[in-house]
């Protein structure tokens, strides 16, 4: 079977779920499409980079990336870096023939997003796949609802509102890890969370046009956290820790007109009390409705119009072996999945597009596009006006 030999830059949080999809895939799909070999990983704290090796099975380690661009052996780069050091970790990894998959938000400003897309097109003719990592599209229930919306069962899309509302920022005491500062994140909540569901949005009910927002910052500062991984607000910090200012959103609100006439809501916290990953999906048709919430993944929820008035209303249908990639992952009704075969599915997506040589759905000009989405939202909040997605 073939093997495709794999270079992992950013040993952290998304270093760990990237490992665990491609270790688990030949487990759950099998005939894999091709074996990931786990050659080297990177992470530019040499001690990060030492352990992982160890903890994760890497042949070797390095804290430069370059010695994965420059290695001939290997084939697929995963890009799992804070968000301003993919554009120069993919662009190297394209221009020397590799494939790569690339954490979001694609990258910390539009330029870097319109240089990856093009650098990504121009591999793309040399047969090298590109993908951002917008796993969300691929659970199972939001398959399902974009079958119901593709085959017409939903009628026309009037109406799609999202969020994504978490509360590991709310607060004030957790750090300022590198998510609070726009010159590492380019954003804070938008590219953080508000990307996701920019993504689920335009992947069920087409692109983006139009958008009118409002975004806040509501903790002003934070104690300073020096290097590391993010700890994601589990850890802390005293009154005796310096704090610096935060340069990012920590909310936005906005709604949008998407090309083919809908409309809609996305709404996107940090500081949201007792939410935890409450991605939740709502979209209207003529003929019926859906509704998705990410912290019941296996779940969605439709109302047909059609049904008696009696007994219209919401069911629910269980996602399972019946469903996209249920054989593969369990093939008993209820066993359910969660996050880890979340990027199982993903990295199975990935090595197929290599190997059956098709771009996947989530390629690097779709990850572009939520980068232009959110630029244009970034316009609104300062214009607050409708502000049009700009294509380039
Ligand atoms: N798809 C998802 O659900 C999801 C979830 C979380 C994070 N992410 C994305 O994944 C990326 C990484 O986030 P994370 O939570 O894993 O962060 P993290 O802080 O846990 O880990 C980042 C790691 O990268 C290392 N690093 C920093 N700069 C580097 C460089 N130039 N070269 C090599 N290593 C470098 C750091 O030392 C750290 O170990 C971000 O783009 C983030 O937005 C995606």
Redesign the pocket.
Known sequence: MRKLNVGL???????K?HVVGYSNMPKLFWPAPAIPVMKTI????PA?AADAKERFGFEKWTDN?MDIINDPDIDVVSV????N??AE?AIAALEAGKHVIC???IASTLEDAIRMAKAAKAAEEKGIISMN?Y?YRRVPALVLAKKFIDEGSLGKILNVRCTYLQSWCADPSSPL??RFQKAIAGAGTL??IAS?VIDIAQYLAGDIDEVVSMMRTYIKERPVQE????L?GTVKLGDDVPKAPVDVDDEDSFLVKFKSGAVGSIEATRNAWGRNNFITVELHGTLGSIYFNYERLNELQVCWANDPDDRRGFKTIYTGPAHFYGEATWNIPGMNIGYGELKTIEMYDFIRAIVEQKQPSTKFSVGCRVEQVCAAVEKSAQTRQWEKVIEE
């Open positions: 830059v950013g040993a952290g949080f998304m270093g779920a990177c992470d530019i704290d990060i990336y799992c870096t804070p968000n050091a993919h970790i954490e979001k938000p990592a796993q890890s590198w590219g953080d996701h290097g590391g991984v993010d994601l």
